[in-house]
């Protein structure tokens, strides 16, 4: 049933530093959100996964924890949350916290007990190997850039390990104690009543072993053949689902970063209630920002044939808003933006959507290094420089990689502040120039809006036993052209997208009676051709 939830429902991410700040300091908080559960129910959020808000001293962004039993300052405090969590059930809302158990911030106490004494029991909590003469244990490389290993202080030749961030020590799950510290993690959290957990970079959490690892693209980390999707992995995630998740009704989401579709499957096989990985959001080039609609749909469709249960998302607070990825700026963003939506709600799986996604909301027009927040554009900023690229070439390459994008505060309203914060309070990270446009206030006045749209296509997903629970079966179309059937029950939906942006001919419907349900362009066309970012989605009587 925790399944079943999931994939009618879908899941609303918020990441709580810009989603409301409801004391003025120009940060997000708990009581930002709980201002806003009416605004989320009204929409049709029913599961809803909040990014880390442990305490942390966020030098990435609350991805590196130093307290796992704690709230962070900058957020609440814990009777704040457990009011969150006690208002959200009262609105049929479950809240999915951010779990992140790959590594620890080195501020955590574990981490500095393990500095501090060679013998302690936490040096096994970490993973410490010995290099030679200077030379690092081996040649893996962070995800965040540089070499994975970091020098121990006042040790000779002793390094720890970091696939992130030099300040994210990794975890040494080859510890039966860390396993426990864990567990017992995920039982308080649950016991408060939380409903699951979407398990950060979940995927890399065992190393099978430290040899060298083979070198391949630029963009991919050396080292991730013997740490991405190893058995020991499996093993874990099947005794956390067993012992922690399943005795309380609960669900386990995974983000597989490095896992290709091939082994994504075997995290399905009682470990994970859905997962997502990393290709949906490859554009295939350094300079590309806009992924091609034929490479889109082959991607889609592998995923989707080769994955029972996928987690469907095109947006989040790690990746470029979708409008301008997946859809061209201009003209037809705002029918784009509905396509998106609506493709979320047609695919079979899980949709997930990201804060602002329902506004239509899109990237920065012009975000300087200054004004960025994140410590990957930071890092490729300062090392890009040594390569004495020109400025804007450096910028560009930097955005590209760079997280900020999809950070800036959510705007509720268009007056000063846009409803976020107070107003002529500082936001921690500017507003969207879009702001005055796409706003929640504005937006609940149009009645074409996108935000209008969302709340009707996401409610016939989730009154929709075909969309929400049926099979996948995709169509032969032209290369920009998606269509599918979903079938359940002997009732049978066809969808119909135009992932384009120009004109395209419809190929021709199966059936002989069918009727149309809903479509992005009003009036909704009825002939052969499809406008450009066209939806529609028919019901097949025969």
């Known amino acids: 049933m925790s399944q079943e939830r999931l994939k009618r429902y879908g899941v609303y991410q918020i990441y709580p530093i810009s989603f409301c700040d409801s004391d003025g300091d120009g940060k997000g908080d708990i009581k930002g959100i709980l201002s806003k559960l009416d605004y989320l129910a009204s929409i049709g959020v029913k599961n809803l996964w909040i990014s880390p808000l442990y305490a942390s001293p966020m030098r990435d962004m609350g991805y590196d924890i130093s307290d796992y039993y704690a709230i962070n300052p900058l957020f609440g405090t814990m009777e704040d949350f457990d009011r969150l969590v006690q208002e959200a059930r009262r609105r049929d809302i479950r809240i999915i ?35 030679e003469k200077g030379r690092r244990p081996n040649n893996w490389t962070s995800s965040f850039g540089g070499s994975a290993w970091e020098p121990v202080p006042g040790e000779e030749d002793n390094y720890y390990l970091h696939l992130y961030g030099k300040e994210q020590p990794d975890l040494n799950w080859d510890n039966e104690e860390v396993y426990q510290e864990v567990k017992k993690i995920l039982g308080f959290w649950m016991e408060k009543g939380v409903y699951g957990f979407r398990c950060d970079v979940i995927s890399e959490i065992y190393k099978s072993s430290f040899e060298n690892g083979r070198k391949g693209k630029i963009s991919t980390p050396v080292g991730m053949e013997h740490f991405v999707a190893q058995p020991g992995c499996h093993l874990i995630l099947k005794r956390l689902r067993k012992e922690v998740i399943e005795p309380r009704g609960g669900v386990l989401i995974g983000e597989l970063y490095g896992v290709d579709q091939p082994q ?223 079938e359940y029950g002997g009732e049978r939906r066809y969808a119909l997208f135009n992932l384009s942006n120009r004109s395209r001919k419809a190929p021709v419907l199966p059936g002989s009676r069918r009727s149309l349900i809903l479509s992005n362009i009003y009036p909704a066309e009825k002939n052969s051709t499809l406008l450009p970012y066209e939806c529609r989605l028919y019901r097949i009587d025969a």
């Open 264 to 486: 994504a499957e075997a995290f399905l096989d009682r470990e994970l209630d859905t997962l997502f990985g990393f290709e949906i959001t490859d554009t295939k080039g350094l300079f590309r920002q806009q992924m091609r609609p034929s490479d889109f749909k082959d991607v889609l469709i592998r995923w989707q044939e080769g994955v029972s249960c996928n987690g469907n998302y095109l947006e989040n607070h790690d990746q470029h808003r979708s409008v301008g990825k997946y859809v061209q700026r201009g003209r037809n963003e705002v029918s784009g933006a509905k396509m998106l939506l609506t493709l979320l709600c047609a695919l079979k799986g899980v949709p997930f959507f990201y804060q602002g996604e329902e506004l239509g909301l899109v990237d920065y027009d012009r975000l300087s290094p200054e004004e960025s927040h994140d410590v990957v554009r930071s890092f490729l900023e300062s090392l890009l420089r040594r390569f004495a690229l020109p400025g804007f070439l450096r910028h560009r390459l930097a955005r590209k990689f760079g997280r900020d994008d999809a950070r800036g505060p959510m705007p509720f309203s268009g007056i000063d502040g846009y409803g976020f914060t107070l107003p002529g309070r500082k936001p921690w990270q500017k507003f969207y120039e879009i702001s005055p446009e796409r706003n929640v206030e504005r937006e609940e006045r149009d009645p074409s809006s996108v935000l209008q749209y969302f709340r009707k296509v996401l409610s016939l997903r989730q009154s929709d036993d075909v969309l929400s629970l049926g099979t996948i079966r995709f169509l032969p179309s032209d290369k920009e052209i998606l269509s599918f059937l979903r």
């Open 97 to 131: 916290m951010d779990l992140v158990v790959n590594h620890t911030s080195s501020d955590h106490p574990w981490f500095q007990e393990a500095l501090r004494s060679p013998e302690s029991k936490y040096r096994e909590y970490y993973i410490f190997r010995h290099g």
